[in-house]
T-cell receptor
Framework: DTGVSQDPRHKITKRGQNVTFRCDPI?????LYWYRQTLGQGPEFLTY????????KSRLLSDRFSAERPKGSFSTLEIQRTEQGDSAMYLC??????????????FGPGTRLTVL | QKEVEQNSGPLSVPEGAIASLNCTYS??????FFWYRQYSGKSPELIMS????GDKEDGRFTAQLNKASQYVSLLIRDSQPSDSATYLC???????????FGKGNQVVVIP
């Protein structure tokens, strides 16, 4: 059983460019989460999907950010017109959620974004 | 009160000693609690989950939960240099599915 995978692992871009990250969850996990982590802080929630439906999006999330999970499998996170403040580790997590049970999330290796 | 709070600064412990980490959370109704370990430059790795009041042991790790006090802790027994990492407390709050994380506690095990 492979874990969560993310691609790319590192991305360096210039301010104003668009970037897209991919996450492949653990096979058959129905939930997929995106978080962002900056140095010295815990991960901060961005958005999550149950199957292909985007169920929640952080109020802190700029409209420059968009995420999709078109077939309920992999997901992409796009950041348009990147800013230096977007520099962070972008983490994807997946879980196999069932009603009444705890939602245990497993993280991928992350994509480290540096905006110059 | 912050949603999930881990107040302690870096914790240095001698090899073989017990490391004790504390976490408080704001939602009295929270039902599940997680501890993640994060090595420098890496992603969080789940090491413990706990749902009921009391202690839960897994190898050298023990999680302790007191819902009345809104307090969860992690003990690392017989600390090893490989335990040197940041430990993150995570709680789904207010009926949400997303995890709210503390800032983490850095543990340094000194050989």
């Amino acid at each position: 059983d492979t874990g969560v995978s993310q691609d790319p692992r590192h991305k360096i871009t210039k301010r104003g460019q668009n970037v897209t990250f991919r996450c492949d969850p653990i096979s058959e996990h129905n939930r997929l989460y995106w978080y962002r982590q900056t140095l010295g802080q815990g991960p901060e929630f961005l958005t999550y999907f149950q199957n292909e439906a985007q169920l929640e999006k952080s109020r802190l999330l700029s409209d420059r950010f968009s995420a999709e999970r078109p077939k309920g499998s992999f997901s992409t996170l796009e950041i348009q017109r990147t800013e230096q403040g977007d520099s962070a580790m972008y983490l994807c997590a997946s879980s196999s959620w069932t009603a009444g049970a705890a939602d245990t999330q497993y993280f991928g290796p992350g994509t480290r974004l540096t905006v110059l | 009160q912050k949603e999930v709070e881990q107040n302690s600064g870096p914790l240095s412990v001698p090899e073989g000693a017990i490391a004790s980490l504390n976490c408080t959370y704001s939602d009295r109704g929270s039902q599940s609690f997680f501890w993640y370990r994060q090595y420098s430059g890496k992603s969080p790795e789940l090491i413990m989950s706990i749902y009921s009041n009391g202690d839960k042991e897994d190898g050298r790790f023990t999680a302790q939960l007191n819902k009345a006090s809104q307090y969860v802790s992690l003990l690392i027994r017989d600390s090893q240099p490989s335990d040197s990492a940041t430990y993150l407390c995570a709680v789904p709050l207010y009926g949400n599915n997303r995890l709210a994380f503390g800032k983490g506690n850095q543990v340094v095990v000194i050989p």
